[in-house]
């Protein structure tokens, strides 16, 4: 049965913003706030479990996003690709990656770079064995079809666009 038909409503956080025009809208950014909350939690724990206890949330993605393509990354396109734009938050994360042996860096001309260690590697392979045990396995228990999340991933990268723009229509006010 769903909430609406025994008249608890939508599941938002602000009922005062889900009586506007597009109350589905307050259901998505309230599940997004969950969902980012368990999400950086998930990281946190597993990046815990894989020998690397300290790292915060932003650690994790930095350190992955470097591990990525085995290519080396710069600063502004690790900010570009996580969507920060606090370049400092990302930086901060780099030298404390660095400073335990996960990855190193460089320059190149004169912006920053980051390269994964065989060290930062095998960080990243224990990660991705934790999760294959403990979460893939689980959610592929729910019978998730994986075109439709594909597609669901696909909708919330366009609505962080629509975000965005109006990020900035509301930087003008």
């Known amino acids: 049965m ?8 939508p599941v938002v956080s602000a009922k005062h913003l889900a009586s506007g025009a597009m109350p589905a809208l307050s259901e998505i950014e309230f599940a997004l706030n969950i969902s980012h909350n368990s999400f950086q939690r998930w990281m946190v724990r597993a990046s815990g479990a894989s020998g690397y206890a300290g790292l915060a949330a932003n650690d994790v993605l930095v350190l992955h996003s470097i591990n990525h393509r085995n ?3 710069s600063l502004s396109d690790l900010c570009l690709v996580l969507n920060v ?8 994360s780099i030298k404390k990656l ?3 042996g996960l990855i190193t860096t460089g320059k190149r001309g004169k912006e920053k770079i980051a390269a994964i260690t065989p060290k930062g590697r095998a960080a990243c392979d224990k990660y991705r064995e934790i999760r ?3 979460l893939i ?3 592929k228990s729910l ?5 439709e999340l ?10 962080s666009g629509q975000y965005e723009q109006a990020s900035r229509s509301a930087a003008s006010l």
């Open 2 to 9: 769903a909430d609406t038909e025994i008249g608890i409503g």
């Open 132 to 134: 294959e045990a403990l």
């Open 71 to 73: 290519r080396e990354k």
């Open 98 to 100: 660095e400073s335990i």
């Open 150 to 159: 594909s597609h669901i991933a696909t909708v919330l990268r366009s609505l």
């Open 85 to 92: 734009e606090d370049t400092h938050q990302v930086n901060y």
């Open 143 to 147: 019978g998730l079809d994986e075109t």
């Open 137 to 139: 396995e689980s959610i």
